[in-house]
């Protein structure tokens, strides 16, 4: 499957993902109090630590690509086992969590049942995406849709509390867990192979190295909490739906790892390069486009979160960032061949996967740092929250100039032709935006309409790379069309 159509089903998916995710958080903040709304952010941060064990999962998704059909069984029994002494833990840890961070005990055991099942659905996905990454994207579907359908029966009955809302996503992970061992049924069906294990285990390592990692990024949710409160959390983190609207335009680059994975390297600059334009031709306008509706954006959610426009303006620029530099990091680890090769664990140093362990250390003890000069100089909750994305947006910039250097090296360019282009009708949509001010659900959905149009309206003009695909999307739908008549 093409790199373009995986691409667009992944950000489809997506997108999909963000549109349901607004409705879920749209409900969840007209029914839960900001002091809930912020807890929620909490109990996130510490399942980051409970699926902490989950770097095996990386290595089932390029065993699986290079051939070995036995790992995903054999991951399969691997994440049941991790999952069975995280649990553990968890409960043995609640107590005390409940205690510190003011969470109802109800909420956390709701939490307990994520673990088993989060830790197999990754097993599964990565093995999935290996080999069918539209089915992968597909599973998300059931995720989103279960979640939403969830939601809304607990607020048709009146019943939206905390421990309901994580119930409602649980319920979306069941049913993305059902689909996933419905696409790798014949898999599951063999074996799990102890040498598969053990070649899993022994290149895990590495990925083992950077399992801190999350739990050091995902701290400042954490570190905001105990010393500004949960009112910071709710400004630092409502914004997230409309940064990952932005950071999700790396889905339409998803193909790059697997297609690299699956190909030989002498067309792998090319690929990256696809991948960059097809990342940058909707995360451009996407961040200009909420830089330009922030406040209005977040009004609609709730006038209360409104001051927190300049949260969301940050956030714009470092999701698009993170987008590149996710692209630049696939390719990276696409063209590695050290375990293809067989090589002893050992012999993993020097590869790309050490050099991307040591800069994403890098970058989380930065970030993290960033955050508690921001809780430590500002003592109100919505600057604590603006310098903190701040913050981020300092540290992605410091990485991209790492991964464009290791990048040149390989022969990639991190600018793909009509990046600039892009950039210019992202300004011109901008312009258009910037006069208005809607303050209701549908003037918001107008005013994205309006942009949309100007920008692709002025980059069909200039761009001749958008121009085609712009007419292979018409005769395909043409086509569709009229073989439906």
Known sequence: MGLRLVGALFYVSKLYSVLVGAAFILIMTRNLSPEDFGAWGVISSILVYALMASFVNFWVTRLRAFGDESVTATGFALALSFSAAATALLALLSPGISATFGIPEAALKVVLAYVPVQYVSGALYASLYATRPAAAATSEVFFETFKLAAAAFFALRGEVTLT?????????????????????????????RLETARKVLGYSWITALGAPIPLIASADVLLISHFSGNDAVAFYTIILPFANLIAYSYFLGRGLYQKL????????????????RLVLVIGVPAALGSVALSQSLLYVMNPLYAAAAPVLRVASFTALLGSVNSILSDALQGVERADAMNAKPRELVGTAFFKLVVLSYAGAFLRLAGVYAAVLLHADPLSTALYSRLAGLLVEVAVLACLAKWAAAKGFKLLPPGAVKFLAAGLAMYCALTPLSPLRIREVLLAVALGAAVYFAVLYAIDSWFRDIARQLYRRATSWLTREH
């Open 164 to 192: 309901h809302a994580l119930i409602a996503v649980l319920s979306g992970h069941v049913a993305q867990l059902a689909a996933l061992a419905y696409f790798t049924r014949r898999e599951l069906s063999l074996r799990p």
């Open 261 to 276: 994975l699956t190909t030989d390297s002498g067309s792998a600059a090319v690929f990256t390069e696809e991948a960059l």
